[in-house]
């Protein structure tokens, strides 16, 4: 972003504008000409579709906010004074409700992707923690809007969630009083969460700035997981990159309309058609899809941790729930040291690829589980013993962290990765030959 | 190449399929709802506005007098094939309590297209005062906020059997083979014949029942015709548009070793 040397542009008005800020040579210099390994596939094409649909909810809920009203009495009305009357209300409702699935399935695949590739290797950890950083600001926002219809799973739900804070011993209720505005969930809760919701998307723009700007300084990874060497290992980003990415994001977006269009409501929940009442608690409590592995972990805890032979509990089941829950995100950020193998890539790394494979099932496992009542009898083991949804869901925590834990640790150790090619042009030119 | 656009393909389509499965498989039922064909099933289905006014019949002549519907307003009619002139005719069967005016006084007044349906009770406790300590719930999302939509209120409303031996039923209650529990305090709402149909179509509470779940189904979603037909527009541009951009990519790398 310095001064720098630069070349005249021809344009006498862009010439103008860039000799005194040069934001067209930026543009050409990080999108126009910028080096991009050759060998991407269709993985690549999560973050450019992950940050379409950044834009497509900011624009879409700035609108919804114009017709919105935070207030307990007001919520759930104004949303549907949006679906009824407000012109083409219905469709932009539509889009930002199934946007926030959506976006969440964009940036698991991109997660994904970074983790098969080993793209948060050195020199990239600090682009995949502030990666980690927007998947946490995401999270936040997407579960503060879904109280906003003020439904009966938006009122319970928040309930539910603000109550894991009390788990935290002396400084937990303070926290959760604070987060919800007294001693309930009631309209200072809606207010602030209204408040929050509208701002925290543009942290996360921030973010993303910053994980861009990173992304810029180390280049991209790719499927092979070697840097490039020469000028025969990358392709200029425009038109290559821009071309593909465009194709990508509008197959993405085929199936995203689809939902939008033809089954609006299939990812949500039929009790948020119920307006939101203190006095009536839903069968089931069930989280949007895209929170139900984390929802399975904090439920697989089940006994108090505390010194063996007496009454003391230290870590009561509830906190400890809490605790693994927020651990289960928080150890993707050390993940560049917990796996220290020199090779990135999971296509010369057999055993990693397993270990990582299984790692996808387990986290399907959980959201499978997570979205079942706990304690669910599946099967006898012995007479009194029963195999319950709580012991699957503690299988599958198991392997979550083990992977991380134990899995990595040693596999960077042991693992003998599988004979590298010499540069990426050598690697798609075998792959032209032979697959 | 192909393998790895069929495995993301795959990734999205299960991580959709488990969210969705897994959100709805939460209310227990021992009864199996039935399975309607409705015709504002699939992606080109539609309302059969015969179906539309005849259950707008039942709603006006057995259903409203409990259950509010205070999302719609007569205005809406307009979808249900009715003119001008026959909605307010219908809007002014209702007195409506409006004001307060310049002297500070409610007063009553013919209702008009604008206004909203009127509800049965002044609010929800004069409604449960009425109804046995039950609150009949507002009917404008019922088929949106049940699982399984318009089968749901069919399946309710076709329900009441005899209690098998061994079910319990209090006085004031019924027996419902797909309510939540089995246990209903509305008292079997449809008889056969009770509504006039005019059109020749049989007054039965199965035909009941169907006209008036399409009735509520349309209640929920006004939008769903206009949202499907943009659907098949929009999603015929992106197909097209992504053909296109796939030639486009495919020119453009072909020259690349």
């Known amino acids: 972003m310095s001064a720098g040397p630069r070349t005249p542009f021809d344009n006498k008005v862009v010439e103008w504008v860039d000799s005194r800020l040069p934001v067209f040579t930026l543009m050409q210099k990080e999108y126009g000409v910028f080096p991009t390994p050759k060998n991407f596939n269709y993985f690549w094409n999560f973050g450019a579709i992950a940050m379409f649909m950044l834009v497509t909810m900011i624009v879409s809920g700035i609108t919804l906010a114009m017709h919105y009203a935070a207030n307990t009495g007001l919520a759930f009305d104004s949303v549907e004074r949006i679906m009824r009357d407000v012109n083409y209300g219905w469709l932009i409702r539509y889009i930002h409700m199934n946007g926030a699935s959506f976006f969440f399935v964009a940036v698991y695949i991109h997660i994904f992707r970074g983790m098969y590739y080993g793209s948060y290797k050195a020199p990239r950890e600090l682009l995949w923690i502030f990666g980690v950083v927007i998947f946490l600001l995401m999270m936040a926002t997407a579960f503060m809007g879904y109280v906003l219809p003020w439904g009966q799973m938006s009122y319970w739900g928040a309930t539910v969630i603000t109550n894991f804070f009390t788990a935290f011993p002396f400084v937990g209720e303070p926290i959760q009083t604070l987060l919800i505005g007294g001693f309930s969930v009631d309209n200072p809760t809606l207010n602030r969460f209204f408040s929050l919701h509208y701002l925290l998307p543009f942290v996360i723009v921030g973010v993303v700035f910053l994980h861009v700007w990173a992304l810029h300084v180390t280049g991209s990874n790719n499927p092979d997981g070697i840097e490039p060497k020469t000028k025969d290992d990358t392709l200029p980003f425009h038109p290559y990159y821009t071309m593909k990415d465009s194709f990508g994001l509008l197959v993405f977006l085929i199936v995203y309309t689809i939902f939008v269009f033809f089954m609006p409501n299939a990812l949500g929940h039929p009790d948020n058609y119920i307006p939101a009442n203190p006095m009536v608690t839903p069968a089931h409590i069930v989280p949007e899809w895209y929170f139900l592995p984390f929802y399975a972990i904090l439920r697989a805890v089940t006994i108090d941790i505390g010194i063996p032979f007496t009454e003391v509990t230290i870590i009561t089941a509830k906190l400890g729930g809490v605790l693994l829950m927020f651990g289960s995100i928080a150890i993707l950020l050390v993940m560049p040291w917990l796996d220290s193998h020199p090779v990135r890539s999971a296509k010369y790394r057999p055993k990693f690829r397993v270990a990582l494979l299984l790692f996808v099932v387990s986290v399907l496992i959980l959201g499978k589980v997570g979205g079942m009542p706990a304690d669910v009898p599946l099967f006898h083991i012995t007479e009194s013993f029963i195999f319950t949804t709580t012991h699957v869901a503690q299988i599958a925590t198991a392997y979550y962290f083990g992977f991380f834990l134990i899995i990595l640790p040693i596999l960077s150790r042991t693992e003998k990765a599988l004979p590298m090619p010499e540069s990426i042009h050598a690697a798609v030119l075998k792959c032209k030959s032979s697959c | ?257």
Not at chain 2, 86 to 108: S, V
Not at chain 2, 113 to 128: C, G, L, V, Y
Request: hydrophobic share 40%; aromatic share 10%.
């Open chain 2, 1 to 257: 190449m192909k393998k790895v656009i069929l495995t993301s393909l795959s990734v999205l389509a299960l991580s959709t399929a488990f969210g969705g499965g897994v959100s709805h498989a939460s209310e227990g039922n021992a009864h199996p709802l039935p399975n309607v064909d409705w015709s504002f099933e699939g992606p080109f289905g539609t309302y059969d506005k015969a179906s539309l006014q005849r259950g707008l019949l039942v709603y006006r002549q057995v259903c409203a007098a409990c259950h509010s519907m205070k999302r719609v307003a007569y205005r809406n009619l307009s979808e249900l094939g009715y003119s001008e002139d026959q909605i307010k005719a219908i809007a002014g069967e209702y007195t409506i309590i409006d004001g307060p005016n310049d002297e500070g006084e409610m007063f009553e007044r013919p209702g008009r297209p604008s206004d909203h349906f009127k509800s049965p009770f002044a609010n929800d406790q004069a409604s449960m005062a009425a109804n046995g300590g039950a609150l009949p719930p507002d009917l404008s999302l019922i088929t949106k906020a049940r699982v399984g939509g318009a089968d749901y209120v069919f399946g309710v409303l076709t329900g009441y059997a005899e209690a098998p031996a061994g079910v319990d039923i209090l006085p004031g209650q019924y027996y419902n083979k797909h309510m939540t529990g089995n246990v209903i305090k509305m008292p079997p709402p449809l008889v056969a014949g009770a509504v006039a149909y005019e059109d020749g179509m049989p007054q039965t509470v199965e035909q009941y029942s169907k006209d008036v779940s399409t009735f509520l189904t349309w209640a929920a979603e006004p939008e769903m015709e206009h949202r499907k037909q943009m659907g098949f527009k929009v999603i015929l541009f992106l197909i097209a548009f992504a053909g296109i951009m796939y030639a486009v990519k495919k020119s453009i790398w072909s020259k690349v070793h």
